[in-house]
């Protein structure tokens, strides 16, 4: 405390003493500071701004990063987009969640997101060595099921400390996968992301397209239907992470939070699991252009609570969505013709007779984590209103044949 | 005659319960007596003092303390009325785990040609050549003593006391006696009601229930829980049960979850339905293999394309069948004609009637007519007579991916067969486990059949400062750091098999995993990868620039990968099966010749083969 007071008041007397903001100046206290090659030459307050008795960090969104943007005004847009305002996720989160728990996503999704320039263009955390992000910058975010770790051959593990092992990147191990061949080839994720696109909302600058012209002399793109209805990733995606049910355990009062301590623990108040989680060919679904696209499950939240020693909500299913998504695992070999043409399960076309997990014996209210049409017709907790509710359309039934059946002729009893 | 004989058991129980003044029973009061046979007097199994007042005094010279089928002292108590039956368990694989150790030893590249068993053993193999096998207390290298700290804690001699639904007790009691989940007694006996550890009761299995099985064989191969149409998926504890984790716990705080139940469990039959007495307690020969002491096979009861099961008739009267029937619901009549297992021996329970054949559910007496396979179409495909049944019929096979082993010296844990706390501590972490499909290769019958990692071991040593002496290190198995598979019957049999396109189409069964293809570079890759070696973890092999590589290995006898010509033919066949899609398709009955069939006047236009 004594040295920051010194700091503090060393700092003002300086400013005061001074009208000159030369960068020797600042260097007085901030010795240890070097800025970057590419900013060497501009003087500090060309960036940090004045506020109060100091001044305003350079890069901070909440600031308006008004320090870098003054130059770099072109990507304004940043303040605005997905990555910082994160407002998708929030408007998902508040659908799903909310109901049961309105703090949900400052608790479990609050770890990622852009608050500051330098969150992405700093070096090993130092600020001043502005660098344009490699690759692994951008891993500290989109890491585990987001895609962005796939790309750099790394998959998902199972939630449990037994497959919590391999490679660690942002406290998340990962399984070695094969990694995106654009990658092997040394791009890096900024080569299709480009700060332009980021900063005015899109997702990448660059598609397959740009760069390939599909060769028609090989089979599968001979055939026009393939090009005409399916996107590139669809049979170039090696594999993604998929997750089948999401579960969260919610423990309020005195819960017994350390009976689950084997699983992950996004918050304080939460344990986290998954029915299965692994890397494998993706789903094949349809985008919203009428494209076949992949698709995997996101989110399948389970959502369970335990309040002291009971269980007010056990196995609620609070949402069942797939989503389209472009796994970042693009390699020349490809998944072979059986994979989609014969094979129902690559389509979320549920048959049981080829059925080898059986969800609904173990809790839950469907039979199949990948079931496009998702329908069980008599859940074990409404057992009695189904029976009761089919006793009445019977009644009903029975009624009116007896009906028919008095009619007209039939009804001459009465005379 | 009869009558003096009731007359003398009536007298001899008459003596046994109230002529003895026991003092046992005063204490002891209400304990169920073990069964209708056992009903004579505590000291009779138990040994001490049933005249003693005094609890110290009565208890004096017990054999085995709670236990008396205890390996140390069963020669004094069951064997003395069952010296039959105890001969044989001494040497049952079960009891000596000989397979387990070499295996072991073979994985972890510390195998030198001798065998090993739980207990020095003296007996005589198949042949009549004697044997005599080392105490396995007595190995020293690493592979002796992860079996002693891991594996030993389920073998027949073994008290396991502790795990949530593991408890058995060690001998004969194993499997004759049930426990309970929590290892409670919950008997009519005020002594021993809630305390534990102790057999759920006093009243024994006398033909022991899939219970007690489940005690052991839900690890590794788990084909206790697989045949239940359970699994203990990624111990993810989901879906929850309650405020616990769900929907089932099991030892190691592993979660069970449901799956398709083998469809001989779901027609009602036991684990001891299928496996004759000979196979389990033995039948007085050392084995060096589990699958060696094994008898049976689906053929057995089912017959193959070509045959029936074989049968004999009971001529005589000491025949296995009619004293093994003695206890089951419905006995075994002299003279039936019994069906045999692939040793040639009578199966006690399945027979053939009117030239149907039937099995008999032991414990029930419940008659199920066995379907055979003989002539049908779909069992005589050509080329498919090397296939076991269960490559087709199995709805899964588990399979554990990468098996990280840790040995920690700065750590202690138990040694199971020496009884006490030594130096150095294992522990596991592992890949991923997958169910469907599955890798074949060939097994040690020659049969192309499902195999499973077994094991993938990558070992870590820490050393006492704390530095790593091995760091998931590979161990070489046939000539290089190969991945080892194990041929595997999963026990998750359906009625409905793997269809021909399934098979034929998925390059999974084949053995290249998640496959990914380029037809162009003459590439197959699959994309999960052993973090240590680079090289795709769930497959055999991989194919580059149209060069077959292999990284791993098949561990049994005899067993070996398919190769470059069976994955070959497997393949190729797809040129029919796209157009013909079933196997009763009559034309799968003989050799395909491609040449002559894709240039007749029909398939010419249709296929263009070069």
């Given at each position: 405390?004594?040295?920051?007071?010194?700091?503090?008041?060393?700092?003002?007397?300086?400013?005061?003493?001074?009208?000159?903001?030369?960068?020797?100046d600042?260097?007085?206290?901030?010795?240890?500071?070097?800025v970057?090659?590419?900013?060497?030459?501009?003087?500090?307050?060309?960036?940090?701004?004045?506020?109060?008795?100091h001044?305003?960090?350079?890069?901070?969104?909440?600031?308006?990063?008004?320090?870098c943007l003054?130059?770099?005004?072109?990507?304004?847009?940043m303040l605005?987009?997905?990555?910082?305002?994160?407002?998708k996720?929030k408007?998902?989160?508040?659908?799903?969640f909310?109901?049961?728990?309105?703090?949900?996503?400052?608790?479990?999704?609050?770890?990622?997101?852009?608050?500051?320039?330098?969150?992405?263009?700093?070096?090993?955390?130092?600020?001043?060595?502005?660098?344009?992000?490699?690759?692994?910058?951008?891993?500290?975010?989109?890491?585990?099921?987001?895609?962005?770790?796939?790309?750099?051959?790394?998959?998902?593990?199972?939630?449990?400390?037994?497959?919590?092992?391999?490679?660690?990147?942002?406290?998340?191990?990962?399984?070695?996968?094969?990694?995106d061949?654009?990658?092997?080839?040394?791009?890096?994720?900024?080569?299709?992301?480009?700060?332009?696109?980021?900063?005015?909302?899109?997702?990448?600058?660059?598609?397959?397209?740009?760069?390939?012209?599909?060769?028609?002399?090989?089979l599968?793109?001979s055939i026009?239907?393939?090009?005409?209805?399916?996107?590139?990733?669809?049979?170039?995606?090696?594999?993604?992470?998929?997750?089948?049910?999401?579960?969260?355990?919610?423990?309020?009062?005195?819960?017994?939070?350390?009976?689950?301590?084997?699983?992950?623990s996004?918050s304080?108040?939460?344990?986290?699991?998954?029915?299965?989680?692994?890397n494998?060919r993706?789903?094949?679904?349809?985008?919203?252009?009428?494209?076949?696209?992949?698709?995997?499950?996101?989110f399948?939240?389970?959502?369970?609570?335990?309040r002291?020693?009971?269980?007010?909500?056990?196995?609620?299913?609070?949402?069942y969505?797939?989503?389209?998504?472009v796994?970042?695992?693009?390699?020349?070999?490809?998944?072979?013709?059986?994979?989609?043409h014969?094979?129902?399960?690559?389509?979320?076309?549920?048959?049981?007779?080829?059925?080898?997990?059986?969800?609904?014996?173990?809790?839950?209210?469907?039979k199949?984590f990948?079931?496009?049409?998702?329908a069980?017709?008599?859940?074990?907790?409404?057992?009695?209103?189904?029976?009761?509710?089919?006793?009445?359309?019977?009644?009903?039934?029975?009624?009116?044949?007896?009906?028919y059946?008095?009619?007209?002729?039939?009804?001459?009893?009465?005379? | 005659?009869?009558?003096?004989?009731?007359?003398?058991?009536?007298?001899?129980?008459?003596?046994a319960?109230?002529?003895?003044?026991?003092?046992?029973?005063?204490?002891?009061?209400?304990?169920e007596?073990?069964?209708?046979?056992?009903?004579?007097?505590?000291?009779?199994?138990?040994?001490?003092?049933?005249?003693?007042e005094k609890?110290?005094?009565?208890?004096?010279?017990?054999?085995?303390?709670?236990?008396?089928?205890d390996?140390?002292?069963?020669?004094?108590?069951?064997?003395?009325?069952?010296?039959y039956?105890?001969d044989?368990?001494?040497?049952?694989?079960?009891?000596?785990n000989?397979?387990?150790?070499?295996?072991?030893?073979?994985?972890?590249d510390?195998?030198?040609?001798?065998?090993?068993?739980?207990k020095?053993?003296?007996?005589?193999?198949?042949?009549?050549?004697?044997?005599?096998?080392?105490?396995?207390?007595?190995?020293?290298?690493?592979?002796?003593?992860?079996y002693?700290?891991?594996?030993?804690?389920?073998?027949?001699?073994?008290?396991?006391?502790?795990?949530?639904?593991?408890?058995?007790?060690?001998?004969?009691?194993?499997?004759?006696?049930?426990?309970?989940?929590?290892?409670?007694?919950?008997?009519?006996?005020?002594?021993?009601?809630?305390?534990?550890?102790?057999?759920?009761?006093?009243?024994?299995?006398?033909?022991?229930?899939?219970?007690?099985?489940?005690?052991?064989?839900?690890?590794?191969?788990?084909?206790?829980?697989?045949?239940?149409?359970?699994?203990?998926?990624?111990?993810?504890?989901?879906?929850?049960?309650?405020?616990y984790?769900?929907?089932?716990?099991?030892?190691?705080?592993?979660?069970?979850?449901?799956?398709?139940?083998?469809?001989?469990?779901?027609?009602?039959?036991?684990?001891?339905?299928?496996?004759?007495?000979?196979?389990?307690?033995?039948?007085?020969?050392?084995?060096?293999?589990?699958?060696?002491?094994?008898e049976?096979?689906?053929?057995?009861?089912?017959?193959?394309?070509?045959k029936?099961?074989?049968t004999?008739?009971?001529?005589a009267e000491?025949?296995?069948?009619?004293?093994?029937?003695?206890?089951?619901?419905?006995?075994?009549?002299?003279?039936?004609?019994?069906?045999?297992?692939?040793?040639?021996?009578?199966?006690?329970n399945?027979?053939k009637?009117?030239?149907?054949?039937?099995?008999?559910?032991?414990?029930?007496?419940?008659?199920?007519?066995?379907?055979?396979?003989?002539?049908?179409?779909?069992?005589?495909?050509?080329?498919?007579?090397?296939?076991?049944c269960?490559?087709?019929?199995?709805?899964?096979?588990?399979?554990?991916?990468?098996?990280?082993?840790?040995?920690?010296?700065?750590?202690?844990?138990?040694?199971?067969?020496?009884?006490?706390?030594?130096?150095?501590?294992?522990?596991?972490?592992?890949?991923?486990?997958?169910?469907?499909?599955?890798?074949?290769?060939?097994?040690q019958?020659?049969?192309?059949?499902?195999v499973?990692?077994?094991c993938?071991?990558l070992?870590?040593?820490?050393?006492?400062?704390g530095i790593?002496?091995?760091?998931?290190?590979?161990?070489d198995?046939?000539?290089?750091?190969?991945?080892?598979?194990a041929?595997?019957?999963?026990?998750?049999?359906?009625?409905?098999?793997?269809?021909?396109?399934?098979?034929?189409?998925n390059?999974?069964f084949?053995g290249?995993?998640?496959a990914?293809?380029?037809?162009?570079?003459?590439?197959?890759?699959?994309?999960?990868?052993?973090?240590?070696?680079?090289?795709?973890?769930?497959?055999l092999?991989?194919i580059?620039?149209?060069k077959?590589?292999r990284?791993?290995?098949?561990?049994?006898?005899?067993s070996?990968?398919?190769?470059?010509?069976?994955?070959?033919s497997m393949?190729?066949?797809?040129?029919?099966?796209?157009?013909?899609?079933?196997?009763?398709?009559?034309?799968?009955?003989?050799?395909?010749?491609?040449?002559?069939?894709?240039?007749?006047?029909?398939?010419?236009?249709?296929?263009?083969?070069?």
């Amino acid at each position: 405390m004594k040295k920051y007071l010194m700091t503090i008041f060393t700092g003002i007397l300086l400013i005061l003493s001074s009208n000159s903001f030369a960068k020797e100046d600042c260097g007085e206290c901030h010795e240890e500071i070097t800025v970057s090659a590419s900013h060497e030459s501009i003087a500090c307050i060309e960036c940090h701004e004045p506020e109060g008795d100091h001044y305003v960090p350079a890069a901070d969104f909440k600031n308006g990063a008004k320090g870098c943007l003054k130059c770099h005004e072109e990507y304004t847009g940043m303040l605005e987009s997905p990555m910082h305002t994160r407002d998708k996720e929030k408007h998902y989160v508040k659908n799903v969640f909310e109901q049961y728990d309105p703090d949900f996503f400052e608790k479990n999704c609050e770890g990622c997101h852009v608050n500051s320039c330098i969150d992405c263009h700093d070096d090993n955390n130092n600020a001043h060595k502005i660098t344009k992000p490699e690759t692994s910058v951008c891993l500290k975010c989109h890491n585990d099921y987001f895609i962005g770790a796939d790309y750099t051959g790394l998959g998902i593990r199972e939630d449990h400390e037994r497959y919590q092992r391999g490679i660690k990147v942002a406290e998340q191990y990962h399984q070695a996968m094969l990694p995106d061949v654009h990658y092997e080839k040394g791009l890096d994720c900024g080569e299709c992301h480009s700060m332009e696109s980021l900063a005015s909302g899109k997702k990448s600058s660059k598609v397959c397209n740009d760069c390939h012209i599909p060769d028609k002399n090989i089979l599968e793109h001979s055939i026009d239907a393939h090009l005409q209805k399916m996107a590139c990733s669809t049979c170039h995606a090696a594999w993604a992470p998929v997750e089948y049910g999401t579960f969260w355990i919610k423990f309020e009062g005195n819960a017994r939070k350390d009976y689950f301590k084997w699983i992950k623990s996004p918050s304080e108040d939460y344990s986290k699991s998954s029915y299965k989680r692994y890397n494998r060919r993706p789903h094949i679904g349809v985008n919203e252009k009428g494209i076949y696209v992949p698709i995997r499950p996101m989110f399948i939240n389970v959502f369970s609570l335990i309040r002291n020693q009971s269980a007010m909500l056990e196995n609620k299913v609070l949402s069942y969505d797939y989503k389209v998504f472009v796994p970042h695992t693009i390699r020349r070999e490809t998944r072979l013709c059986a994979t989609c043409h014969e094979n129902k399960e690559a389509f979320l076309i549920y048959d049981n007779a080829s059925r080898i997990f059986m969800p609904e014996k173990d809790g839950m209210p469907f039979k199949s984590f990948k079931d496009g049409e998702k329908a069980i017709w008599f859940r074990k907790e409404y057992r009695l209103i189904d029976i009761f509710t089919l006793l009445i359309f019977l009644g009903i039934v029975t009624l009116t044949v007896i009906a028919y059946f008095f009619r007209g002729e039939f009804w001459q009893l009465t005379i | 005659m009869s009558f003096l004989k009731y007359l003398f058991i009536l007298f001899f129980v008459v003596f046994a319960y109230n002529a003895s003044p026991s003092t046992c029973v005063s204490c002891h009061e209400g304990i169920e007596a073990p069964s209708k046979n056992h009903e004579f007097a505590c000291v009779e199994c138990h040994g001490g003092d049933n005249t003693a007042e005094k609890k110290d005094v009565a208890h004096k010279g017990m054999h085995g303390g709670r236990n008396p089928s205890d390996p140390a002292v069963w020669g004094k108590t069951c064997g003395k009325c069952h010296q039959y039956q105890l001969d044989r368990v001494k040497t049952t694989i079960m009891f000596t785990n000989t397979g387990m150790i070499k295996n072991t030893q073979k994985a972890w590249d510390d195998f030198e040609g001798e065998l090993y068993a739980t207990k020095d053993t003296v007996s005589y193999d198949v042949k009549g050549e004697k044997i005599d096998i080392k105490p396995i207390a007595g190995g020293e290298k690493m592979a002796d003593e992860v079996y002693r700290k891991f594996c030993s804690a389920c073998h027949v001699g073994f008290d396991r006391m502790e795990g949530y639904r593991a408890h058995h007790s060690a001998g004969c009691a194993a499997c004759h006696y049930s426990h309970d989940r929590s290892g409670k007694y919950l008997g009519n006996d005020k002594q021993l009601m809630g305390k534990q550890p102790y057999a759920k009761t006093h009243e024994m299995n006398i033909l022991p229930g899939d219970d007690v099985c489940l005690r052991c064989h839900n690890r590794s191969g788990r084909i206790a829980l697989s045949y239940d149409g359970k699994y203990d998926g990624n111990n993810s504890l989901v879906p929850v049960s309650g405020i616990y984790p769900g929907p089932e716990l099991i030892s190691g705080v592993r979660n069970i979850r449901h799956t398709a139940v083998d469809i001989h469990k779901r027609v009602g039959m036991d684990c001891i339905d299928c496996h004759t007495s000979r196979e389990l307690m033995g039948d007085g020969y050392v084995y060096e293999n589990m699958y060696n002491q094994v008898e049976i096979s689906c053929e057995s009861c089912h017959g193959s394309g070509d045959k029936l099961p074989e049968t004999k008739r009971i001529t005589a009267e000491n025949a296995p069948p009619l004293y093994e029937s003695r206890y089951y619901a419905r006995q075994i009549a002299y003279g039936t004609e019994m069906v045999l297992t692939d040793k040639g021996n009578m199966f006690s329970n399945v027979f053939k009637k009117d030239g149907k054949y039937y099995l008999m559910l032991k414990r029930s007496g419940k008659l199920l007519e066995i379907s055979t396979i003989k002539n049908t179409d779909e069992h005589n495909v050509y080329g498919h007579d090397r296939l076991e049944c269960y490559t087709c019929h199995s709805k899964m096979v588990v399979q554990c991916y990468g098996c990280h082993t840790i040995y920690d010296k700065r750590e202690k844990s138990m040694d199971w067969i020496k009884g006490k706390e030594t130096e150095g501590k294992f522990s596991e972490e592992e890949d991923i486990r997958l169910y469907y499909p599955f890798p074949l290769a060939v097994n040690q019958k020659g049969k192309i059949a499902p195999v499973t990692p077994g094991c993938q071991t990558l070992l870590t040593v820490i050393e006492k400062n704390g530095i790593k002496s091995k760091d998931d290190y590979i161990f070489d198995f046939k000539k290089g750091k190969n991945f080892k598979f194990a041929p595997f019957y999963g026990h998750n049999t359906g009625k409905n098999a793997v269809s021909c396109r399934g098979c034929h189409m998925n390059l999974a069964f084949a053995g290249f995993g998640e496959a990914i293809v380029s037809t162009d570079k003459q590439n197959i890759t699959s994309p999960i990868l052993c973090e240590k070696t680079g090289n795709p973890l769930t497959a055999l092999y991989s194919i580059k620039d149209g060069k077959l590589n292999r990284f791993s290995q098949i561990v049994r006898d005899k067993s070996d990968l398919m190769g470059r010509d069976m994955i070959k033919s497997m393949i190729k066949a797809n040129l029919c099966i796209t157009c013909h899609e079933k196997g009763d398709d009559n034309i799968y009955g003989e050799k395909i010749d491609y040449e002559k069939i894709l240039n007749d006047d029909i398939h010419r236009d249709l296929v263009n083969i070069k």
